[in-house]
């Protein structure tokens, strides 16, 4: 039966901002700069957290190497199968 693999921001209280996850998708649309970035991350109202927002459109890259890319481990990639079932 064929998954669906989805990345996910499981430890967003981790995220330092280095943007490494932008720029490894970035890379992957062969695209410079932040134009059209699927991967945006803002500063929050505490200036101390960062907010991390995903266009769906990104789970279309390769997400393994994004997760990998992160040295904090933001991100987690959730599997499902045709029926929605977590794996
Ligand atoms: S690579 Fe990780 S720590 Fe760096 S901005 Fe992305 S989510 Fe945050």
Redesign the pocket.
């Known amino acids: 039966m064929p998954k669906t693999k989805t990345l996910r921001?499981t430890f967003?209280e981790?995220?330092?901002?280095?943007?490494?996850?932008?720029m490894?998708s970035q890379r992957q649309l062969e695209k410079v700069g932040l134009e059209g970035a699927l991967?945006r991350?803002s500063k929050n109202n505490d200036a101390l957290s960062?907010s991390?927002y995903l266009d769906p459109q990104v789970n279309k890259l390769d997400i393994e190497k994004i997760r990998t890319?992160?040295?904090?481990?933001?991100?987690t990639i959730e599997e499902r199968d045709e029926d929605g079932l977590f794996n």
């Open positions: 921001v967003p981790r995220c330092r901002r280095c943007e490494l996850c932008v490894e991967i991350i960062f991390i890319r992160c040295p904090m481990e933001v991100y």
